[in-house]
């Protein structure tokens, strides 16, 4: 029964080539070489902003060295590993050991495998990463050796995030994501199985026994557990702290990360002139609504980029430095303004006043300081930028137009199909603001996350109707065989990749007026009932809901993620680390927005690819 359903929805004809085809073909060819050529602007750019570093270091690392050998009888060594041990950096003096003996430092040590610069405040540094370079000075008795070895410190550059290119997609196949998305942020750790099956599910530890009902499984409960490490840092993770500025090394990579600072200092990060996180102006831009505005914003963008001068008008060298790291901060403070356009332009469209006053730095300051990255910028204002557009392969599945206007004669896959094209067009709107500070659970809701409350209002909707659908069926055999079709459907939207379907389908089967319906379970194949047993593991919220994330992280878009889980994930955050850091208002605790960005570009990279359905209105309505 179940493989004549779904018969009609595999393996489409696939019409022969035409002229319209070739056009199409060649079309998608031209986008993907504009795009080749975008991604090699960014290298490019990228590249001179990391000429500008290295020459900003090796200034200074050179002047460090020359007042090191002022110091006479000083020796500086900083010895590479060869494996994973910590580097250290020593200092000692052939004239004395007291306290009052000059300190020589080469360099601020720096962390290779984030190209964060360690304060240098203490004679020996430790770090978690493994040294690369090393720096030597030695001099004894007039004569002097000198090994110095540059610190690849490259500036962090903006991620170059290229969207999937939509493609039609095989049913209940699963794909590894590792190279699809090899460029977006990695998903939360979930624990894996070694049990796994030759299609890439993991298999269930203990599947279900033929025939069970599911009267032997309680309801799913929405309360879980969520595997979020809240200690922002050990003891052993602390680094050496800035003034109004707080770090951390990261657990789990090693890297050194900002934990935590006033508004200023973070946004000085932004456009700072030495090596930053990688994913730090990202993360901001996710989460900055959380703790300011983007007027306030933009105004210290500005003052950042007229950083003024503040030392001797005769000193020519320190003149020199200042124009120098003056014309990178600069730089960085347009890229981080070009990032915000293009990647957070929802954050213009409803403020007016924020386009004009950016559209008053761009024109008089920016254009007359660098005229091609400034009318780059104001064409991103004006929201001139291409929109590629989605060019299919092939023709979309044939639309199953039902024969008849009864629910129960109904295609199952092309129910599931309607169903994930209204879901979809819901989630792809939800914006990163939507999920800053629970806003779906304020008063306000409906201003604060409209698309989010338009997803749970969605979800209950469609839950009701599958529980009103059954109890309100009065013969025994019918109930049964809308239960029976409901369970397709929910294995069909399992095999299309809409997670948030098959929820709403089996809490409606959960819900206690149908599961309370022994008769009419009774009635329902073993088959039947050992692919809903299935779909009960697969959405269980046992260990977080590791089956689902498990799946979820291993197939190809276009998918739509079970929203609730990242609702849950938001909430655990929120609920679990404070806004500040060591009980000042002041210092904002960043590390809780970055643990907030990492679920946000989570719910993003499932938003890029839509679905190649054809739209069916005798269903829909």
Same mark, same amino acid.
């Given at each position: 029964?179940?493989?004549?359903?779904?018969?009609?929805?595999?393996?489409?004809?696939?019409?022969? !080539?035409?002229?319209?085809?070739?056009?199409?073909?060649?079309?998608?060819?031209?986008?993907?070489?504009?795009?080749?050529?975008?991604?090699?602007?960014?290298?490019?750019?990228?590249?001179?902003?990391?000429?500008?570093?290295?020459?900003?270091?090796?200034?200074?690392?050179?002047?460090?060295?020359?007042?090191?050998?002022?110091?006479?009888?000083?020796?500086?060594?900083?010895?590479?590993?060869?494996?994973?041990?910590?580097?250290?950096?020593?200092?000692?003096?052939?004239?004395?050991?007291?306290?009052?003996?000059?300190?020589?430092?080469?360099?601020?040590?720096?962390?290779?495998?984030?190209? =964060?610069?360690?304060?240098?405040?203490?004679?020996?540094?430790?770090?978690?990463?493994?040294?690369?370079?090393?720096?030597?000075?030695?001099?004894?008795?007039?004569?002097?050796?000198?090994?110095?070895?540059?610190?690849?410190?490259?500036?962090?550059?903006?991620?170059?995030?290229?969207?999937?290119?939509?493609?039609? &997609?095989?049913?209940?196949?699963?794909?590894?994501?590792?190279? #699809?998305?090899?460029?977006?942020?990695? *998903?939360?750790?979930?624990?894996?199985?070694?049990?796994?099956?030759?299609?890439?599910?993991?298999?269930?530890?203990?599947?279900?026994?033929?025939?069970?009902?599911?009267?032997?499984? *309680? *309801?799913?409960?929405?309360? %879980?557990?969520?595997?979020?490490?809240?200690?922002?840092? =050990?003891?052993?993770?602390?680094?050496?702290?800035?003034?109004?500025?707080?770090?951390?090394?990261?657990?789990?990579?090693?890297?050194?990360?900002?934990?935590?600072?006033?508004?200023?200092?973070?946004?000085?990060?932004?456009?700072?002139?030495?090596?930053?996180?990688?994913?730090?102006?990202?993360?901001?831009?996710?989460?900055?609504?959380?703790?300011?505005?983007?007027?306030?914003?933009?105004?210290?963008?500005?003052?950042?980029?007229?950083?003024?001068?503040?030392?001797?008008?005769?000193?020519?060298?320190? %003149?020199?430095?200042?124009?120098?790291?003056?014309? %990178?901060?600069?730089?960085?403070?347009?890229?981080?303004?070009?990032?915000?356009?293009?990647?957070? #332009?929802?954050?213009?469209?409803?403020?007016?006043?924020?386009?004009?006053?950016?559209?008053?730095?761009?024109?008089?300051?920016?254009?007359?300081?660098?005229?091609?990255?400034?009318?780059?910028?104001?064409?991103?204002?004006?929201?001139?930028?291409?929109?590629?557009?989605?060019?299919?392969?092939?023709?979309?599945?044939?639309? %199953?137009?039902?024969?008849?206007?009864?629910?129960?004669?109904?295609?199952?896959?092309?129910?599931?199909?309607?169903?994930?094209?209204?879901?979809?067009?819901?989630?792809? /709107?939800?914006? *990163?603001?939507?999920?800053?500070? /629970?806003?779906?659970?304020?008063?306000?809701?409906?201003?604060?996350?409209?698309?989010?409350?338009?997803?749970?209002?969605?979800?209950?909707?469609?839950? =009701?109707?599958?529980?009103?659908?059954?109890?309100?069926?009065?013969?025994?055999?019918?109930?049964?065989?809308?239960?029976?079709?409901?369970?397709?459907?929910?294995?069909?939207?399992?095999?299309?990749?809409?997670?948030?379907?098959?929820?709403?389908?089996?809490?409606?089967? /959960?819900?206690?007026?149908?599961?309370?319906?022994?008769?009419?379970?009774?009635?329902?194949?073993?088959?039947?009932?050992?692919?809903?047993?299935?779909?009960?593991?697969?959405? =269980?919220?046992?260990?977080?809901?590791?089956?689902?994330?498990?799946?979820?992280?291993?197939?190809? !878009?276009?998918?739509?993620?079970?929203?609730?889980?990242?609702?849950?994930?938001?909430?655990?955050?929120?609920?679990?680390?404070?806004?500040?850091?060591?009980?000042?208002?002041?210092?904002?605790?960043?590390?809780? &927005?970055?643990?907030?960005?990492?679920?946000?570009?989570?719910?993003?990279?499932?938003?890029?690819?839509?679905?190649?359905?054809?739209?069916?209105?005798?269903?829909?309505?």
């Amino acid at each position: 029964m179940m493989e004549g359903q779904e018969k009609t929805a595999d393996n489409p004809t696939s019409p022969s !080539p035409t002229d319209a085809d070739m056009v199409k073909h060649l079309l998608s060819k031209v986008i993907e070489l504009e795009d080749i050529i975008e991604m090699y602007k960014a290298k490019l750019e990228s590249f001179e902003l990391q000429v500008s570093d290295l020459t900003t270091e090796n200034h200074t690392l050179r002047e460090l060295v020359e007042s090191a050998n002022e110091a006479s009888g000083s020796k500086v060594t900083s010895s590479p590993t060869t494996n994973n041990s910590a580097p250290s950096t020593t200092t000692t003096s052939s004239l004395s050991t007291s306290t009052s003996s000059p300190t020589l430092i080469a360099s601020s040590p720096v962390n290779t495998t984030n190209n =964060s610069v360690l304060p240098a405040t203490t004679t020996t540094t430790t770090a978690a990463a493994t040294a690369t370079t090393a720096t030597t000075t030695t001099m004894n008795g007039g004569s002097k050796e000198e090994d110095i070895v540059l610190f690849n410190s490259p500036m962090a550059s903006r991620r170059s995030v290229s969207e999937p290119k939509a493609v039609l &997609r095989n049913s209940g196949i699963f794909r590894p994501l590792s190279k #699809f998305f090899v460029s977006l942020p990695a *998903p939360p750790p979930n624990p894996l199985s070694s049990d796994k099956r030759e299609d890439g599910r993991r298999a269930n530890t203990q599947p279900p026994q033929v025939g069970a009902s599911p009267m032997a499984e *309680p *309801p799913l409960h929405r309360s %879980i557990s969520v595997s979020y490490n809240l200690s922002s840092a =050990s003891d052993e993770s602390q680094v050496d702290d800035e003034e109004d500025l707080r770090f951390l090394r990261n657990e789990e990579t090693g890297k050194i990360v900002i934990k935590g600072g006033t508004l200023e200092k973070l946004v000085e990060r932004l456009a700072y002139d030495k090596a930053t996180e990688p994913e730090y102006i990202s993360d901001f831009l996710l989460t900055y609504r959380s703790f300011t505005t983007g007027l306030d914003l933009l105004d210290m963008l500005i003052r950042r980029y007229n950083l003024p001068y503040d030392g001797p008008s005769d000193n020519s060298e320190a %003149i020199e430095k200042y124009d120098t790291t003056k014309k %990178i901060i600069r730089l960085r403070v347009c890229n981080t303004i070009k990032i915000w356009l293009d990647r957070h #332009f929802h954050d213009f469209e409803k403020d007016p006043e924020l386009v004009s006053r950016l559209s008053g730095f761009i024109e008089k300051q920016i254009i007359l300081d660098m005229e091609a990255l400034g009318q780059k910028l104001m064409k991103l204002l004006k929201n001139e930028q291409r929109v590629t557009p989605v060019v299919w392969a092939g023709e979309p599945p044939p639309t %199953i137009v039902p024969k008849q206007l009864n629910f129960d004669q109904f295609d199952t896959m092309e129910v599931a199909r309607q169903l994930t094209l209204l879901e979809y067009d819901l989630y792809k /709107q939800i914006e *990163p603001k939507e999920c800053l500070n /629970q806003g779906w659970n304020k008063l306000d809701k409906q201003e604060r996350s409209p698309h989010i409350v338009a997803m749970i209002k969605r979800f209950n909707h469609v839950s =009701s109707w599958v529980a009103t659908e059954i109890t309100s069926t009065e013969k025994l055999a019918d109930r049964a065989n809308l239960v029976k079709q409901f369970i397709l459907i929910a294995k069909a939207c399992r095999d299309i990749g809409n997670f948030n379907g098959v929820m709403e389908i089996v809490s409606g089967l /959960q819900n206690s007026a149908v599961y309370r319906l022994k008769k009419t379970w009774e009635r329902v194949a073993k088959s039947f009932l050992n692919e809903y047993n299935e779909l009960l593991t697969l959405m =269980s919220n046992r260990q977080n809901f590791r089956d689902y994330r498990t799946a979820l992280h291993s197939i190809h !878009p276009p998918c739509i993620p079970y929203v609730g889980v990242y609702l849950t994930d938001l909430t655990f955050i929120e609920d679990g680390m404070k806004d500040t850091l060591n009980n000042r208002d002041n210092l904002i605790n960043f590390d809780k &927005r970055r643990k907030i960005s990492r679920v946000i570009h989570e719910i993003q990279q499932y938003q890029h690819t839509p679905y190649y359905f054809n739209s069916e209105s005798t269903i829909r309505d």
